[in-house]
């Protein structure tokens, strides 16, 4: 094991870890007899088998035909590969895309009002001897003290004055209350983690703060804001009850909402073909995002978890 | 001076995210301890009507059962998330391909919404297209198609199992981690002493994780005291209200029944209550650190 495997490079390890686990497997190998690397195999393929089964199993039932999808008793595999679940969810009331644009939009604003945010809140903490800096700090993490479920009451209450109920923004402020306290909290950390002498040439140079923090300190943690742009979009998109209250209008809807109003059907018969599909397209950007970017996904959950 | 100026300049920095936690978090927290004195209502009017509210919650029975539901659901899906979590930890951390992608399978869930991922549960539990009862008659396990959400106990496991599914990846995770911060040459010398893999793991893994359990435990309690949309997509709170969650029956009071003072009361009940066990648990990990 010389080089270390790209998976595990994506958990943010030090060489240090992984020159040990090469030097643990030497002796592992040793120590291991065939019967029970065999063994040891056969579970690995069992957990995932049971991991895979929900999702394998829903994307099978999704390309059924609607008949097949609602036939009981069910059967695995679909006899007829249709994608008439897909367009059913398509042509849902006001139409898959109406939906998709609603989530979409929250979750690009709930993006934008992290990164306004939370980079100069960062910036300020990591880089500026500021008065009483870990109060200011406990102060951006207040969220954490209060879960914003039990907040939803109040905060109905202010944006219906402020106009703010069903609105794309409204729905985004909430979801940046939910998102605010990792996001400082990382970029107070990536900033931080900037060596000095690289702001201080800056300096020299005549560089004003605002131009430091452009030129060197973003560029500096680019993989920080790759993170924080990736859990802002996947805890916008996934969020459920926010949305469910303050987006009650039904050309409102997000994605995981309109899902509810799929399964609710018509006349108590439920399109269960129509809701797989529908689960389906709700999980693929997330499911991309993490295939296509685990690396900066997995570290920002250790980072805002183990420190 | 030059200090003065420099951390004036920092708090203008941080201005911005101040004003937002002052104007969308304090705001709201202090507006809901007024709320909670008042009968405020969701088709408007508002009046003080001083503890009024606590003492209707004093003998709300469905409040005080959901906040017993909420605590059962929470003391039986917490040790099974840290355990099953371990336990994959072991598995996952092995340094073999197969081990890591393993690893990778496990955390997929974690990435899916929960309110997509209750909605494919809900399907696969239900009674006459579910492929879970298709799985235990094909295995010979029961003789009929269950019913399962029409019991509370059945329903409540059946939500557990979909939860385990979707979130033990995040405790696995952490739990790698932990191990992998453990100095390797402590394994090492136990191998040369001969100790067996499962004498190594009660004897260095566990006592040497416990930092990270701990932290786990905490955070998913907490998470598993707010639960809400596992149960409003796969129970509906029922039957006869048997499933309401804490969070589930302050949403049925605020936004259904549009008794908005007395849903602020009882959300302040409940963040009081999680506060208590969260301190509590924080005192005795710290006591158990220092022994």
Known sequence: ?307 | MIAMRRGAMGLLYAAPALAFVAFFVLYPMLDLFRMSLTNASLLGGSEFIGVKNYVKAAGDATFWHSLAFTCEYTLLITPILIGAGFLLALVAVQPSRLAKLTRAVVFMPVVIGLGSSSLLWVWLFDEQVGLINKLLLDLGLIGQPMVWFADATLGLWAVILSIVWKVVGYGMILMIAGVQSIGVDIFEAAMLDGASYWQRVARITLPLSVRTIALATLVSAIGSMLAFDQFYIMTAGGPKSQTFTSVYWIYQNSFIYFKQGYGATLSILLMAIIFLASSAQLLLMRRGART
């Open chain 1, 1 to 307: 094991m010389s080089a270390a495997p790209p998976f595990s490079r994506g958990f943010g390890l030090s060489s240090r870890n992984l020159r040990g686990a090469g030097s643990l497997r030497l002796a592992m190998r040793r120590a291991a007899t065939t019967p029970s690397l065999y063994l040891f195999g056969a579970l690995c393929v069992a957990i995932m088998a049971v991991m895979l089964f929900p999702i394998v199993m829903s994307l099978m039932a999704s390309l059924k035909t609607s008949v097949e999808a609602s036939a009981s008793p069910p059967h695995y595999f679909p006899s007829e590969i249709s994608f008439e679940n897909y367009a059913r969810v398509f042509h849902y009331q006001a139409g898959l895309p109406t939906y998709l644009i609603n989530s979409f939009s929250v979750a690009s604003l709930t993006i934008a009002l992290c990164l306004v945010l939370a980079v100069p809140a960062g910036y300020g903490l990591a880089c500026f001897p500021i008065p009483a800096k870990e109060a200011v700090f406990l102060i951006l993490l207040l969220s954490l003290m209060a879960p914003y479920q039990a907040l939803l009451t109040p905060l109905h209450r202010l944006f219906t004055t402020l106009g703010l109920a069903n609105t794309y923004l409204g729905l985004a402020i909430i979801h940046t209350v939910l998102q605010l306290p990792f996001s400082v909290y990382l970029m107070r950390n990536s900033f931080e983690a900037v060596p000095k002498e690289l702001a201080e040439a800056a300096v020299m140079d005549g560089a004003g703060s605002f131009q430091t923090l452009w030129r060197i300190f973003l560029p500096a943690a680019l993989p920080s804001l790759v993170t924080l742009v990736l859990f802002a979009f996947i805890a916008s998109w996934n969020e459920f009850i926010a949305a469910l209250i303050f987006m009650n209008r039904e050309s409102g809807f997000t994605v995981p909402v309109m899902l509810v109003g799929v399964r609710q059907g018509h006349f108590g018969a439920v399109d269960w073909g129509a809701v797989q599909a529908g689960v389906m397209i709700s999980i693929a950007p997330c499911l991309l995002i993490y295939l296509l970017l685990q690396k900066y996904y997995v570290s920002g959950f250790l980072n805002g978890a183990v420190k």
